[in-house]
Structures are given as structure tokens and as C-alpha cells.
């Protein structure tokens, strides 16, 4: 069983990092192509794609993952319950698209079909995956999902700047699509042990399914508004080009948004198995983690920070320069992402789904008029409203997580370098040469090391490898 999970998590791991560096880079040619305003057009059609997806979804996949883990004869019926259930959802959020494009005016006539298209392929690829999830035998999405992104980065390096538009970029990445869902569907079909079992009564399934990831669903939903709307609202109170800097910051960030997300989940099982069994062990390793944790994070957001600019004339060119104090603050979002994420792992892991929950719905309501206020002081308003948002509820959060697993955590020293590193990367002179701000890096990393090398050192007795 440990090779077969390690074996599906080494093959999620090696082809989501695939995937990543292909969508970076050629977002990159695209971005360096359309330039930030056509860009950023570019990127509103994904973003709509991926709002309107979530709420079509039903907040399905995990419950189809778990169903047929628990239960591989509930394969054939689970899959064909879920894609009717989801061809509602379709219906029901082409109609919401139908309403808020009447009002607002925001993607052409034209593009509206294609955009429901990416939904309905975005939901039933998700839901083809996972039935394969559900079996454990990943090799095969995962190799479809990697060969299509190949043919994706072939096509854009090979298509003549000249037929480089909007429109054109959108309908071949439906196409492809298309492609990419057909084929992995017809594995289903083809491979055996993958769709079996009997299709069982479509009301009673469908009910018990809706009832399970109604949960789910409401946490998808609730998170919309600092997951995605935040573009609706940039996109109704600035510019296209504001679209554009914002998400070309984004691109860069998913790199490492994928990192936090696939280390959290590489040790959540271990965790969970740790609550059940060895409960004291777990809080011993979460107390001398954590603060390594948040240092040595807040020093990659550090370097990150302060190499921005360079990054940006790298990769972007000269336009994008607008694009390096959203950049830079960020990334310093992202740091708080991460400690989120370190925070709810280890609650899910506990038992606390309701607390993550309720945090959901608190962030939600407060970020929401807080994001709308801040788009309309452009994409950098955009990102002092994120970070505004976490700050404001991060006391909040690890009040609760100290006190649900009765830590105790000393942070002092660990908040002040926080504050020092944040305010030195992003308040330094845009003009600093590139090799001063190297050899800061180098020396904090310094201090770091010395620093916790022997905490750690002395600390034997407890292994931070949770």
C-alpha cells in the first residue's frame, strides 16, 4: 500500500511540476506577445472559466475520490451520477454567465460559447481524473495531461506572432481540450477495471452525492472572492493592462503555490495517523516545525522580493515593469497563504473541518468588500487588500490553532525577522544594484542557518520531519 500511494504521489508530483514550468513558460511567450493589455483579456477568460467551473463542479471530485477508494464496484454508477449532476451545474451557471455578461459587457458575444465549453471540459476532465484517483492508478491522466500540455507549448511557439489574438489563443486551447478530455474518456472505457460496477437508481445516488460534497461546495464558493472574483473586481473598477501586471504576478507565484500545496499534502496522511495514534509526539513536531517553517519561507519570499525586478525584465521584458511592486507584496500574500495552509492542514488533520469552515465563511465576508475597495486603486490596491485581509485574521487563526492543539509556540524573534525581512524587500530602492541585493540574500540566509541549525541541533529529541 505505501509504494502504491508513493507511486501516485510521485507521479501527481512530477507531472503537476511539468505542467506548471509548461504554462509559465508559455504564458511567458503569450505575455511577451500580446503585451499586458491583451494580456490581461488573456488571462480574464481563464479566470472566468475557472469561477464559473467551480460553481458548476458541485464541489464533486473529493467525494468521487473517496466513493470509489471505499468501494471500486461504485465506479461506473459514481462517474455517470456525477457528469448529470454536473450538465445541471452547466446549466444553471451558463445562466448565471448569460446575466452578469448582459450587465457588464466584459468577454465578446463571440467568446461567451467558448468559455462555457472550457467549463464543461474543466469539470469532466476533473471528474474522469478522479475515477482514476479513486482507483489509485494515476499514470494515466497524468501522461495524458503532460502530452497535451507538450502540444499546447508546440503550438504556441510555432504560431506566427501575426495570428497571435485573444480569440484565436482561447479556441485552440478549447480544441485541445477537447482532445485531452476525448482521450482520457475513452481510456476509461477501453482500460479494464476502471468503469465498473452497476449504474444504480440516478435520484437516490444523486441525492446522496449532493448531501456528501454540499460541504465541500460551500467552502468552494465561499473562497471565490480571494481566489478568483478579485479579477471581476479589478476588471470593473481599473484596466485591461492592471489585469495583465496582476497576472503576470500570478503566474509567477503558481510555482509556488504548487509547492506549499504538494508539501502540506505529501504530510498530511502522516499527520492524521499521528493524531490518532501519538497524539503528544504530533504536538511536539508542530511546536518545533512550525516557527522553522515560517522562517525559512519568509527568507524564500525574502529573495523572491528582492530579485522581482530582474525576474520581470527577464522573463517579461521591459513592458511589464509595473508588474515588480505587485510583485513584491505579493509574494509576502503568499507567505501568509502559506501559513493558512500549514495552519489548516494541520486542523484537517485534527478533526477541526468546522473551524476551517468557519474561517472560510469569515474570510469571505471580509475580504470581498475589502478587494472590491481595493481594485479600484488598481492591481497594487488589489494585493494591499490581500494582504490587509490575512493580516487582519491571522491573529485570529493562530489564536485557535494554538489553543486547539494546546502548543506552545514562542514567536517573538521569529516575527520580528519576519517584519525586518518584509519592510527591507519591500520598501528597498527600486534602483539597488542586483548584486547588492544577492549578497543580502546570502547573508540573511546566513543568519538563518547559524540560527536554527542549532536550535535544531540542540532540539534532538524531537524530528521536525512530520
Keep these: 500500500m505505501s ?44 479566470i472566468q472559466m475557472l469561477i464559473y467551473s467551480t460553481i458548476s463542479d458541485l464541489g464533486l471530485r473529493n467525494i468521487i475520490i473517496r466513493t470509489i477508494a471505499r468501494n471500486k464496484e461504485m465506479a461506473k454508477s459514481t462517474f455517470f451520477v456525477s457528469i448529470t449532476l454536473q450538465l445541471f451545474g452547466l446549466i444553471i451557471c451558463s445562466s448565471l454567465m448569460l446575466i452578469y455578461e ?23 476532465w476533473a471528474t474522469c481524473e478522479s475515477v482514476w484517483q ?6 494515466t491522466p497524468a501522461f495524458i495531461n503532460v502530452f497535451y500540455s507538450l502540444v499546447w507549448i508546440i503550438f504556441v511557439l510555432l504560431t506566427p506572432t501575426s495570428s497571435f489574438t485573444v480569440e484565436y489563443l482561447f479556441k485552440y486551447y478549447c480544441y485541445s481540450q477537447i482532445l485531452q478530455v476525448g482521450t482520457l474518456f475513452i481510456c476509461m472505457f477501453l482500460v479494464r477495471g476502471v468503469l465498473i460496477g452497476k449504474i444504480t437508481n440516478f435520484v437516490v445516488s ?3 452525492i449532493l448531501k456528501e460534497s454540499s460541504p465541500y461546495y460551500l467552502l468552494n464558493v465561499v ?36 509547492v506549499i500545496n504538494l508539501s502540506l499534502s505529501a504530510v498530511f496522511p502522516n499527520i492524521s495517523a ?21 522562517i525559512i519561507f519568509g527568507w524564500i519570499c525574502f529573495s523572491f522580493a528582492l530579485v522581482s525586478k530582474n525576474i520581470i525584465l527577464i522573463l517579461f521584458g521591459v513592458k511589464f515593469l509595473p508588474s515588480v511592486p505587485i510583485m513584491q507584496f505579493q509574494i509576502w500574500f503568499i507567505f501568509l497563504y502559506a501559513l493558512y495552509c500549514f495552519i489548516g492542514t494541520i486542523w484537517g488533520a485534527t478533526d477541526q473541518q468546522r473551524l476551517i469552515a468557519k474561517f472560510g465563511v469569515i474570510n469571505s465576508l471580509i475580504a470581498t468588500p475589502l478587494l472590491w475597495f481595493g481594485s479600484k486603486y488598481n492591481a497594487i490596491g488589489l494585493v494591499y487588500s490581500y494582504l490587509i ?5 491571522f491573529p485570529f487563526y493562530y489564536y485557535f490553532f494554538v489553543k486547539t492543539l494546546n502548543l506552545k509556540l514562542k514567536m517573538l524573534k521569529e516575527l520580528i525577522c519576519i517584519i525586518i525581512m518584509f519592510l527591507v524587500s519591500s520598501f528597498i530602492p527600486i534602483t539597488t544594484p542586483f548584486w547588492e541585493r544577492v549578497v543580502l540574500v546570502v547573508i540573511t540566509l546566513a543568519i538563518i542557518i547559524k540560527k536554527y541549525y542549532k536550535l535544531l541541533r540542540i532540539d534532538k529529541k524531537v524530528d521536525i520531519n512530520i
Design 3 to 46: 509504494n502504491l500511494v508513493l507511486k501516485n504521489f510521485s507521479l501527481l508530483t512530477i507531472s503537476n511540476f511539468i505542467n506548471q514550468f509548461i504554462l509559465v513558460f508559455s504564458g511567458i511567450k503569450i505575455a511577451r506577445t500580446l503585451g499586458p493589455a491583451s494580456y490581461g483579456i488573456y488571462t480574464y477568460l481563464f
Design 102 to 124: 448582459h450587465f457588464t459587457h466584459s468577454i465578446k458575444p463571440t467568446m461567451i460559447i467558448y468559455v462555457i465549453l472550457a467549463v464543461y471540459l474543466t469539470n469532466l
Design 134 to 139: 479513486g482507483h489509485q492508478r494515476m499514470g
Design 206 to 208: 444523486g441525492f446522496m
Design 223 to 258: 473562497n471565490l472572492p480571494t481566489s478568483s472574483l478579485s479579477n471581476n473586481f479589478l476588471e470593473r473598477n481599473s484596466t485591461k493592462s492592471e489585469l495583465g501586471y496582476f497576472n503576470t504576478s500570478n503566474r509567477l507565484m503558481s510555482p509556488v503555490r504548487l
Design 274 to 294: 499521528l493524531w490518532i495514534n501519538k497524539k503528544q509526539e504530533l504536538i511536539n513536531k508542530v511546536t518545533v516545525s512550525f516557527p522553522v517553517f515560517v
Design 389 to 393: 485581509v490575512y493580516l487582519i485574521l
